[in-house]
């Protein structure tokens, strides 16, 4: 797929995701490319009256709302979530999602649970048939590094610590990340369960039971995904 095609399905979505926001929501942002562009429309709607608040899952969607001039409420500060819109990384049909590639997995987990309605927005090469392709990221304690090595490496895996403009990527948090590659997963419910239990772990980009649609952009149509 071209640059340019890619980037045709993800403004569509976009556009299409934010359909779904009705006046006095409170709506999750979520970051990346995608989502991106979802903030975008949605600005364009706020100043033209519609009424919201929303709830930035980064540092970056926070500084981007900021100026859009959408008006915001901090995420530990929102008790629930109308409808939240992000993007991921890779899915399946039945909702299965890696998420994480731009280091948000935590807030964007929380913003992801906290949500009544949790709508992932994607263009078509995202789609598989089994999550593994891209690397699952893991959000960790600096201080359970050792530890955190140990027990990935007993789950099969092969961590690598994230790295970025040569240096060691630091989350919005505090935290690093292990981007660890388990090959083609075969029980995402299973694999998350057993993430979920390593001490030091704050999270992990496996997200199952978490989303309520996921709408693709597939050249001039966007499909819906919802649980079977």
């Excluded at 979530?81 to 049909?93: L, M």
Aim: aromatic share 6%.
């Amino acid at each position: 797929m071209s640059n340019e095609n890619q980037n045709n399905e993800k403004l569509a979505v976009a556009e299409k995701a934010i359909t779904f926001v009705n006046d006095g929501d409170i709506v999750g942002l979520g970051t990346g490319s995608t989502a991106t562009l979802a903030i975008q429309q949605l600005a364009k709607l706020i100043a033209n009256g519609l009424k919201i608040q929303a709830v930035p899952s980064s540092e970056a969607t926070k500084a981007l709302a900021i100026s859009l001039g959408i008006p915001l409420l901090a995420l530990g500060e929102a008790s629930s979530i109308d409808i939240s819109i992000d993007g991921a990384d890779e899915f399946t049909a039945n909702l299965e999602l890696i998420k994480g590639g731009g280091g948000a997995l935590f807030r964007e987990k929380v913003m992801a649970s906290l949500s009544k309605k949790s709508i992932i927005i994607t263009d078509s090469s995202k789609r598989v048939e089994k999550l593994g392709a891209f690397k699952v990221p893991i959000e960790f304690n600096p201080n359970a590094e050792a530890y955190v090595f140990k027990a990935l490496q007993k789950l099969s895996s092969h961590p690598v610590k994230r790295i970025k403009n040569d240096k060691v990527f630091v989350t919005d948090n505090g935290n690093c990340i292990f981007d660890t590659d388990f090959g083609l997963i075969d029980n995402p419910t299973v694999l998350a369960s057993e993430l979920d239990q390593i001490v030091g772990v704050l999270a992990h980009g496996i997200f199952v039971n978490l989303t309520s649609v996921i709408l693709m952009a597939h050249g001039d149509e966007i499909i819906s995904f919802t649980k079977k």
